[in-house]
């Protein structure tokens, strides 16, 4: 059974730093592209970033020059480094692993493996 599990979530004023981590397992994804997306309430879910197979990233405009993405493949692991935290980052963040593609996409259709989502929640 393939699964994805965030942890790292949690409440943190702004200006402060979380890390998300995404440990996969059921399959090896070290040739998948890997991506992280979040959804506020009452909003679509929208793209953070990713990292393709290569390692090479791409990131939203939003939280670009704050959040690092990177990937362990020896721990079948994704990161997402979340500094300079504000307000409105405040959503659940969601870890996606896509099979299909080996390129970086903000289209969540691309993605086909799923995690059930981690909290974070920026006070200001």
């Known amino acids: 059974q393939v699964q994805l599990v965030e942890s790292g979530g949690g409440l943190v004023q702004a200006g402060g730093s979380l890390r998300l981590s995404c440990a996969a397992s059921?399959?090896?994804?070290?040739?998948?592209?890997m991506g992280w997306f979040r959804q506020a309430p009452g909003k679509e879910r929208e793209f953070v970033a990713s990292?393709?197979?290569?390692?090479?990233?791409y990131y939203a405009d939003s939280v670009k020059g704050r959040f690092t993405i990177s990937r362990d493949n020896a721990k079948n692991t994704v990161y997402s480094q979340m500094n300079s935290l504000k307000p409105e980052d405040t959503a659940v963040y969601y870890c996606a692993a896509a099979s299909r593609v080996s390129y970086n996409s903000p289209h969540p259709g691309d993605y086909n493996y799923w995690g059930q989502g981690a909290q974070v929640t920026v006070s200001s």
């Open positions: 990292m393709n197979w290569g390692m090479t990233t």
């Open positions: 059921g399959r090896t994804f070290s040739n998948d592209a």
